[in-house]
């Protein structure tokens, strides 16, 4: 009976250590990211980190500063003539697509800032941009704006 009861123990404390650290989740491919996967990360999305961008196929997910979810990927970066390429996704409430977009950006200068809820590059410092891709040397950088938050869910 005691060998039982001290089988039965170790059980519990191995389930309970288990639990504790959780095996890494395996990221999906960014076609079966639902607006569940995103509302999972929602606590580890940040608005005060820039993330750094080099290649395509980054998808990031994110909740805009008007509170829409969604994911974007970068679908295609030509840095020499500073322009990349964004597939887009905004979630409705029931978890069904919003909005879905494709849309290439063309920087002029070094920087430009971007509206996910509309899909659009919008003026500098507008208030509605959730955020700004700038550049420093060969390397793209995105920063939240404007209360956006972003999750970086692969590189």
């Given at each position: 009976m005691s060998k039982f009861l001290s089988l039965a123990l170790l059980c519990i404390l191995f389930n309970n250590c288990k639990k504790d650290n959780p095996a890494p989740a395996i990221p999906k491919a960014y076609t079966y990211i639902t607006l569940s996967d995103v509302k999972a990360v929602e606590g580890e999305m940040v608005s005060d980190q820039d993330i750094q961008f080099v290649n395509p196929g980054t998808v990031i997910l994110y909740k805009t500063n008007k509170n829409i979810y969604g994911k974007l990927r970068i679908t295609d970066v030509d840095l020499p003539n500073k322009k990349f390429s964004l597939e887009i996704v905004n979630y409705n409430t029931d978890g069904s697509e919003l909005f879905v977009k494709n849309t290439e950006v063309a920087i002029n200068?070094?920087?430009?800032?971007?509206?996910?809820?509309?899909?659009?590059?919008?003026?500098?410092?507008?208030?509605?941009?959730?955020?700004?891709?700038?550049?420093?040397?060969?390397?793209?950088?995105?920063?939240p704006m404007h209360s956006a938050v972003f999750y970086l869910y692969s590189n």
């Amino acid at each position: 009976m005691s060998k039982f009861l001290s089988l039965a123990l170790l059980c519990i404390l191995f389930n309970n250590c288990k639990k504790d650290n959780p095996a890494p989740a395996i990221p999906k491919a960014y076609t079966y990211i639902t607006l569940s996967d995103v509302k999972a990360v929602e606590g580890e999305m940040v608005s005060d980190q820039d993330i750094q961008f080099v290649n395509p196929g980054t998808v990031i997910l994110y909740k805009t500063n008007k509170n829409i979810y969604g994911k974007l990927r970068i679908t295609d970066v030509d840095l020499p003539n500073k322009k990349f390429s964004l597939e887009i996704v905004n979630y409705n409430t029931d978890g069904s697509e919003l909005f879905v977009k494709n849309t290439e950006v063309a920087i002029n200068i070094e920087s430009a800032d971007f509206d996910l809820d509309m899909g659009l590059k919008t003026n500098f410092g507008e208030v509605a941009s959730d955020f700004r891709w700038y550049q420093i040397g060969a390397i793209y950088f995105l920063r939240p704006m404007h209360s956006a938050v972003f999750y970086l869910y692969s590189n």
